[in-house]
């Protein structure tokens, strides 16, 4: 049987007789199938990019019926798309701002998502609007229309969610007293409290959701490749006929591990790197069209215990909105917003950062948060479409398709919630000149979503057939939905896999065997950081789970001890430049602190960079 079969496609779709669940299967057999596929064959659609946004084009293109490819430079959600609030919302604030069509469009996918496409992934989670008391009697009157204020404002959102949402997905909300404000957030404190507003939105695991959307590309035919890095544009006169692609798995000095990729289209969703793409034309004299700054984000994550409460809280700072919002046994308290200029694949949080999150959120806690109380610190950066406006926080959400050569197109801008509009009409531009049908992406549920509610409700069923407790397959079925079975395969076979990894027991020892079997994972990074949450939600980030992951990992992908070290001492110096580059004052030398470390995958050497002089193997 030819390979291709065994990975159940052939050309353009799948074999309708293969399982989706089994075509979407990132195997470390089906890469090297789909790297022959990149060298051999031509595409309708080659996607440069594997975050939300390129994943989702590559789904869109797929179910259309066109034969696409998707390569990613790192790891799937490598950047933006795994280091946001976790949020699947409106944007509440756009309210205030006036841009109805932005709030609109993002209930419409966050109503889509909690509903159809992936409600395995998106639940809804509670979230308070304070209400300031002011000062004294004389103070009623203002105190009454800032209830009015805030509460039409919330009162229109869940009016746009009604009309527009497709699907509301989640509750309406509710205006609490102080004492009640206070019954659901035990910890926020009452001095200058009038009220609250409860309202909800979505909450998601962001890199998980990228990864669902490349797997569900792949199930419906495309070739999925992570750790091949687009280097150049190939060009036929002023038409773009491919794009050179360097596979950073190859060993060094390979001759196989730079080639070519024709494609009819390419894509570039790219984010913060869209600039990059660009400057790949200046030789030929072409105007950019699309430019993009690079806002930072900084997240805190403290354990639940440092913070009583039922919900979570949004408050409105002098430079953003900050979040605190709940993650199972932990808060995440986010965000900031700073404009970045300095390296775009390891955006470095400082002490600076890390001081004002904490102040602000100390604000309305009655126990000041210290950073005693941090278990992890995140950082990301948010592609903003390039305006005149000084901060960042006033530039363009939304976003912009361009076509600046035949054959290429560029999308950028835009926000976490909408990927799929912007999916479909960067491939809407492509369809036009490849025949394509319409997209259909709002009606085909990710894997995972089949079947999904129907096993929530015989959970306990589910957990007595496979012999393990019902918080495991509530676990796992909100993790994978109905992918869970999978998992729990794995665990027939192997009862070990059901043991917890080391130094992090709200995770499975099968959930890094799949990883690296069903998922993509080629780094013990992409396990620690994105497949679980390991690296941000434990006070050691991930060091005492490295070596039994690695381990795990290793029995799928074949590494023997030497390269199990490696993975490890990689993944140690990474820790290590991270926290080194929290306690820097500023982002000049948080950003020096955090290049300290090597990237695994190899882009030292691209910038010249010498991995012998960090201490480390490559």
Not at 60 to 87: H, I, N, P, Q, Y
Not at 570 to 596: C, F, I, N
Request: aromatic residues 6%; contains cysteine.
């Amino acid at each position: 049987m030819p390979p291709g079969d065994r990975c159940g496609y052939r050309g353009r779709v799948r074999d309708p007789h293969v399982l989706r669940s089994v075509a979407g299967q990132l195997s470390p057999a089906r890469r090297a199938d789909d790297l022959r596929r990149l060298r051999a064959e031509r595409f309708d659609v080659l996607v440069i990019g594997g975050g939300v946004t390129g994943a989702g084009a590559a789904v869109d293109a797929a179910s259309r019926g066109l034969k696409v490819a998707l390569v990613e430079a790192r790891d799937f959600a490598a950047g933006t798309s795994s280091r946001s609030s976790k949020l699947i919302h409106g944007g509440l604030r756009y309210l205030e701002q006036l841009e109805f069509h932005l709030v609109h469009e993002a209930l419409t996918e966050r109503g889509l998502l909690a509903t159809r496409l992936a409600p395995h992934l998106v639940r809804p989670v509670p979230i308070l609007v304070p209400l300031p008391a002011g000062q004294g009697v004389r103070d009623l009157p203002a105190r009454v229309l800032r209830r009015a204020y805030y509460g039409a404002g919330v009162a229109a959102y869940d009016a746009f969610a009604g009309l527009f949402g497709g699907g509301r997905g989640m509750p309406l909300h509710r205006h609490l007293s102080r004492e009640g404000a206070r019954r659901v957030f035990p910890s926020l404190r009452t001095e200058g409290l009038a009220g609250a507003i409860r309202y909800y939105d979505g909450q998601v695991d962001d890199a998980r959701l990228v990864v669902t959307l490349a797997r569900t590309a792949a199930s419906l035919g495309a070739t999925v490749v992570s750790s091949t890095r687009a280097v150049g544009l190939i060009r036929q006169a002023r038409e773009v006929t491919g794009v050179r692609v360097r596979d950073l798995e190859s060993p060094a000095g390979s001759p196989e591990g730079e080639f070519e990729v024709r494609a009819r289209t390419v894509i570039a969703a790219t984010g913060v790197w869209t600039d990059d793409m660009s400057r790949m034309l200046d030789d030929v004299g072409l105007r950019r069209g699309i430019r993009v700054r690079a806002s930072k984000g900084v997240h805190l994550v403290v354990p639940r215990s440092a913070i009583t409460g039922e919900t979570g809280l949004i408050l409105r700072t002098a430079r953003s909105v900050l979040f605190v919002i709940p993650w199972g046994g932990h808060w995440i308290i986010g965000t900031t917003d700073t404009d970045w200029q300095l390296d775009r694949s390891h955006p470095a949080a400082s002490a600076s950062d890390i001081d004002y999150l904490l102040q602000q959120v100390n604000t309305v806690l009655d126990r000041p948060l210290t950073t005693a109380d941090i278990e992890g610190v995140y950082a990301g950066l948010r592609p903003l479409l390039a305006g005149e406006a000084d901060s960042t926080s006033k530039l363009s959400r939304e976003h912009a398709v361009i076509e600046p050569m035949l054959g290429l197109l560029l999308v950028a801008g835009g926000k976490y919630t909408t990927y799929r509009v912007m999916a479909s009409d960067v491939v809407d531009r492509a369809a036009h000149r490849l025949g394509a049908r319409p997209s259909r992406t709002a009606d085909l549920p990710l894997l995972g979503a089949d079947g999904y509610a129907s096993m929530w409700r015989d959970r306990a069923d589910l957990a007595r057939r496979h012999g393990v407790p019902v918080g495991v397959v509530e676990h796992l079925l909100e993790r994978y939905g109905s992918l869970a079975l999978d998992l729990l395969a794995l665990i027939d076979a192997d009862p070990l896999q059901a043991s917890p990894l080391a130094g992090a027991p709200e995770y499975l020892a099968a959930e890094v065997t799949y990883a690296a079997r069903a998922e993509g994972a080629l780094h013990l990074e992409d396990v620690l950081t994105r497949r679980t949450r390991v690296s941000f939600e434990t006070t050691h980030r991930g060091l005492e789970s490295a070596g039994h992951a690695a381990e795990l990992m290793g029995a799928v992908l074949g590494w023997d001890e030497a390269r199990r070290e490696r993975e490890v001492t990689h993944y140690r110096a990474r820790v290590e430049a991270e926290r080194q580059s929290q306690l820097m004052p500023d982002d000049a030398t948080a950003d020096a602190a955090r290049l300290g470390a090597p990237d695994v995958r190899g882009y030292p050497a691209d910038r010249g960079a010498d991995d012998g002089a960090a201490g480390l193997p490559r």
